[in-house]
């Protein structure tokens, strides 16, 4: 619809229009939008928690134990969000709590985007054996269910926050390198490339800035919905006892210190559940905006 | 057709070369020795050491120990878990079947729900109905399934007392268990009530592991369903004067299957690996929680051919799928692709 009008102004307002154009799709979508107004604030309490919390996330108030929440009865102003059995202020482990979805989303991200990337580039640019052994081997990871390859590398690795987010990340990366190989070897039929190459240009340029700026589309839809799912498999992992390790507030963590208490007092496990839900299905409404604004191609959401 | 298949398996010789390679260094690269790691708190004299270290074969250089493994594999010798002393594979085949009977009624009723909600938010593009199912949907999606499962318990079980919390069938029934699965040995058993109590026990974590699938299902369908009632064909045979169901249902959601197909074989592994946590959270005796209990207790011939078989029901699934295309739509099988 504007590509013509892109094309003919100078490069930078170019950029402005595209970004433009993409804001404009992206709010198109109404599920998009409230799920990056969420993520904001979300990000905020992570960025704030140390001047916002009200409580140190970890110390143990002895005198007010398992306190419900302000709206239910017996709550009170003091604890917003009541307190947990050993008496440590929920509100501030769950703004603290925060900053581990993010931190988690982030490395395993990184870590996937860097070496999926890198490796499907390798497999794209060097057929036969090299691509070979690549591929088979990301058929190998993907063979095993995730979250028992991801539960099975903990238990080598010992159990961490660390080492669950480097689990996740290796159990992820397949779907990066097959993501970035297919995409690759479809853009290296095209006609730029040839002529890229016909000018002489290295394997590196023609890896880095020929081709694979024009794989990011799909790849940063795939980064957030990854981003969502490692959330929640970290979660699970925390829940399971081979995540984060008490005192740390993960909010799987959390949810794992409140299961004994499910039946007496519900809100311990209802917070940090709710928590999980509303963080992993903003990126995922975010994730499909995202796809709608960048892949016209894949529209699912608009009517 | 056979040609294909035989492409198919052949790729796969490598890729279980490589799973067999995984499973057997998982145990060697544990930090600290595999003997004194699974002897835990009591200690073993040093000729119960180096009995045990000839036993599990950890003194042979580690490619003997690999060859050792592999012929030990190919004639079906898993090894023995620590714990029970019964050979692994003993104690799959014993409890697959629960995992199959969760699995499947998962499936089942994530199908069920989830392709019907798709076809119906496609059809009615747009619509309340539409926004309504897909929010209900993404919502499913995002659901973290441990909380999920332990809601269910909360409220179906807790709170209105309709259904028991763990198990596969109540502690009263006693009878014999012929095939595995709990549904069909109570049914045989005539025992008034056992096969009710099955029921009643596998209806919720059925519903708990079954909710991501049907969310991803509901998801699927749609898009593959608008992206078919799009096409020239849709609107020749609505222009035939068809009716709207056989359009639908006959036309468009023929042509649809292909991505649908996709994501259900995509979803065994889904729900093997959903199955880790909802067996653990409803006490469920299936392979799930088997692995989970091996890793905690560091039963590594447990943990390592539990690995190699179920990586053999996720690839032997995928290939079905794979033929599965074939027979839905035969250009794929003719491409070679």
Known sequence: MSGEAINNQPKQSALMAVLASFWFEFRQNRGAFYGLIFMSILLICAFLADFISPYSPIEQYRDALKLPPVWVDGGT?????????????????????????????VIVICICLTVGVMLGLIAAFNKGFIENCIMRLMDIILAFPSLLMALALVAILGPSLLNAMIAIAVVYIPHFVRLTRAQALSELGKDYVSSSKTMGASQARLMFINVLPNCMAPLIVQA????????????????????????????GTM????????????????????????????????????????????KTSKT | MFSFLFRRLLVLIPTYIGITLTAFVFIRVIPGDPILVMSGERSPSPEKYAELMHAFGFDQPLYVQYFEYVKDLLQGDFGKSIVTGRPVLEEFFELFPATVELAAFALFFALLIGIPAGIIAAVKRGTFYDHTLMTISLTGFSMPLFWWALLLIVFFSGYLGWTPVSGRISALYFFDTPTGFMLIDSWLSNEEGAFKSAVMHLILPAVALGTIPMATFARQSRSAMLET??????????????????????????????????????????????????????SWPGIGKWMVDSIFRRDYPVVQGGLILIATIVIMVNLTVDVLYGIIDPRISKKGH
């Open chain 2, 229 to 282: 009632l799009g096409e020239d064909f849709i609107k020749t045979a609505r222009a035939k004067g068809l009716s709207p169901f056989k359009v639908t249902v006959v036309h468009a959601f023929r042509n649809a299957l292909i991505p649908i197909v996709t994501v259900i074989g995509l979803s065994v592994g889904v729900l093997l690996g959903g199955a880790i946590l909802t067996e653990t959270i409803f």
């Open chain 1, 224 to 251: 957030t919905m990854s981003f969502s799912s490692a959330i929640l498999d970290a979660a699970a992992l925390g829940f399971l006892g081979m995540g984060a390790q008490a005192p740390t507030p993960e909010w």
């Open chain 1, 77 to 105: 102003w003091a604890h917003i969000f009541g307190t947990d059995a050993l008496g440590r202020d929920m509100l501030s482990r769950m703004i603290y709590g925060s900053r581990f979805s993010f931190y988690i989303g």
């Open chain 1, 255 to 298: 949810l794992a210190d409140a299961r004994q208490y499910i039946q007496s007092d519900p809100w311990m496990m209802g917070i940090p559940g709710l928590a999980i839900l509303f963080t992993v299905l903003s990126i995922n409404l975010i994730g499909d905006g995202l796809r709608d604004a960048l892949d016209p191609k894949m």
